[in-house]
């Protein structure tokens, strides 16, 4: 019984300690941008015109880059998107942000190209 109640207590504290806020947890808003520019990073890395260079880029510093202009530590991400991911319905807000704003993007991008080939 008394194994039973310490399992179930080390079980609470140690779920409790992985939802906690530690210092270094940045906003919603900053995790939605650094994920934006993530995914952004990934869609620019498989474009065929940077599949066709010469040279080949380096993730991992592209990456790095990301979050050096977020000022953010590759730790601190995954701790962060660690955090942010423990309560699924939350992360799922935030990835409503994500695809919201990728979706303003490419519409920009959309009609930034139309009028480029109107004014043509």
């Not at 270094?24 to 941008?33: A, F, L, Y």
């Amino acid at each position: 019984m008394f194994r039973l109640l310490f399992l179930s207590v080390l079980f609470v504290i140690s779920c409790s300690n992985n939802k906690m806020v530690h210092e270094n947890t940045v906003s919603k808003d900053s995790m939605v941008q650094i994920i934006v520019d993530m995914h952004l990073a990934d869609a620019m890395l498989i474009s065929p015109l940077v599949q066709q260079k010469p040279f080949k880029i380096n993730s991992e510093k592209f990456y790095s880059a990301i979050l050096e202009k977020h000022k953010i530590s590759k730790k601190s991400f995954e701790e962060n998107l660690n955090y942010f991911s423990s309560d699924t319905a939350q992360f799922k807000i935030i990835y409503k942000d994500v695809i919201k704003r990728l979706t303003i993007l490419q519409g920009d991008l959309m009609n930034n190209d139309s009028l480029a080939k109107i004014r043509k």
